[in-house]
């Protein structure tokens, strides 16, 4: 989803800027480090972000016209190049989306915070909360492939919908009862395609999934079953 720039006021797209570049100042270090690492991983990373978000959907005309939805695979490009990272590329792809898609860079700041950053916390808890439980390959698919990716989706919606009702951009009821509904449809898409790779990853490339650790879950020890 795009906010458009008309839908709030200057202060609001000022503040979201600054908060935004405060943010990309405290991450800068850790996320070059990680594109120089792990450069493979980034430049597919940012095809699977730019696909993801390139598939879409706007309706035309009606009560959400100018609303657009689409996959997010944010979770999963954080689980491959590691949140300060996936932070930078989403906000970098941002300035060009908001260009073919409408939006007014003005707004990319505000965009960045609500679109990235819900999903972002989410799958740094998610991998928190992993690293606590057994170290079993199936756990790490599906909590933080499957259950991260979809609850990110909802997260993200939530935000999203909240911040447009709070700037009266739409009608009252329809975010809530119309809009909000459709990310939980979306979030089974997000959790299927996100886990799928994940798990292929895991499989056959764990050197793209660099959240992945080798030696946690593949010693001799560890049991799959």
Not at 56 to 80: I, Q, R
Not at 149 to 156: F, K, W
Not at 175 to 197: C, D, N, Q, Y
Request: net charge positive; hydrophobic share 60%; aromatic share 14%.
């Amino acid at each position: 989803m795009i906010f458009q720039t008309e839908w709030f006021s200057p202060f609001t797209l000022l503040a979201a800027a600054l908060l935004t570049a405060v943010l990309l100042a405290a991450t800068a270090r850790r996320a070059w480090r990680a594109f120089a690492r792990y450069k493979s991983a980034a430049a597919l990373a940012c095809v699977i972000l730019a696909t993801a978000w390139c598939l879409n959907a706007t309706p035309d005309s009606g009560h959400l016209a100018g609303m657009n939805y689409h996959l997010l695979a944010v979770n999963l490009t954080a689980l491959m190049i590691g949140a300060p990272a996936a932070w930078w590329l989403g906000v970098l792809l941002l300035f060009p989306y908001t260009v073919l898609f409408g939006g007014g860079w003005q707004a990319v700041p505000l965009n960045a915070l609500a679109l990235l950053l819900p999903a972002l916390a989410v799958n740094l808890a998610a991998r928190a909360w992993v690293n606590r439980l057994p170290a079993n390959i199936f756990i790490f698919i599906f909590l933080n492939g499957f259950l991260a990716s979809a609850a990110g989706m909802m997260v993200t919606g939530l935000v999203l919908v909240g911040v447009l009702d709070w700037a009266n951009a739409f009608s009252d009821g329809v975010l809530w009862s119309t809009a909000f509904p459709v990310f939980f449809l979306i979030s089974w898409a997000e959790a299927f395609l996100s886990g799928i790779t994940t798990a292929i990853f895991v499989a056959l490339r764990p050197q793209w999934l660099n959240t992945f650790d080798d030696g946690r879950y593949l010693k001799a020890e560890n049991k799959i079953w």
